[in-house]
């Protein structure tokens, strides 16, 4: 029974790596940058159809 506390701690005490973190964040921000200038891109083009 104590071996399995021991194990237990053992994986809660190991620091959790995640490999592809940080490309994900990084992907994650140019999307979200992408997206941001589409829409004021695709807002700009609305505006100068209105205007003529």
Known sequence: ???IFDDITEVLRQPR????GKARAIVLDLAGKLLTGLAIGIGFAIVHAIAG
């Open 1 to 3: 029974m104590e071996a």
């Open 17 to 20: 790596t995640d490999v592809w």
